[in-house]
């Protein structure tokens, strides 16, 4: 998937990145309301799709300086996209960082307090993974109609007699 393959005239076979005739460039925005992670993860996946499918070396390299121009089109700044490719260690030492035990809280992602709630849980040894507060899906899509509960079979009612003390 994603690859088109080149017979160069020497018969050789070399891979490059297909997109579709239609494709616009458009990524998630730099400054649209996501974590950092998310934005980070645009840019890693579409380094390593490079990586792995382009064959020649001069072929990967203009595919990353294409990325990096879309990218900043985008609203990606230099320092985001370098940050993102090169690996990190994190200075946290051992016993500070989150066990793969049940240490996890999902919050929902607010720009600016997420960032900083994630860096104290994480040195109390939470992972904190982040979800959107109300996605466009919950507001539009509604799958089953509403039913009154009078008109839920297979219920049971107790109606009381406004004359008598009977109940049926």
């Known amino acids: ?3 088109i393959v080149h017979r160069e005239d020497t018969g050789a076979l070399k891979l490059t990145v297909y997109r579709k005739p239609t494709h616009t460039e458009q990524y998630l ?3 649209s309301h996501h974590p950092i992670q998310h934005k980070y993860s645009v840019i890693r996946t ?3 799709r490079a990586k792995i499918l382009i064959s020649d070396q001069k072929d990967l390299k203009e595919e ?5 121009s879309a990218l900043q089109i985008c609203g990606y700044p230099k320092w985001s996209i370098k940050t993102a490719v090169t690996p990190h ?3 946290v030492s051992e016993e ?3 066990s793969d035990g049940n240490k996890i809280i999902v919050l929902p992602y607010f720009k ?3 960032e900083q709630l994630q860096r104290i ?3 109390h040894g939470f992972k904190v993974c982040f979800k959107p507060l109300r996605t466009l899906r919950q507001h539009l899509v509604h799958v089953k109609d509403r039913i009154i509960d009078e008109q839920k079979c297979g219920t049971v009612y107790s109606i009381h007699c406004k004359d008598c003390n009977a109940e049926y």
Request: positive net charge.
């Open 89 to 91: 260690r994190r200075s």
């Open 29 to 31: 925005d730099f400054e």
């Open 64 to 68: 990353l300086n294409r990325l990096s």
């Open 112 to 114: 600016g307090i997420s």
């Open 121 to 123: 849980f994480y040195k």
């Open 96 to 98: 500070q960082r989150p």
């Open 1 to 3: 998937m994603d690859t």
């Open 46 to 48: 579409l380094t390593n």
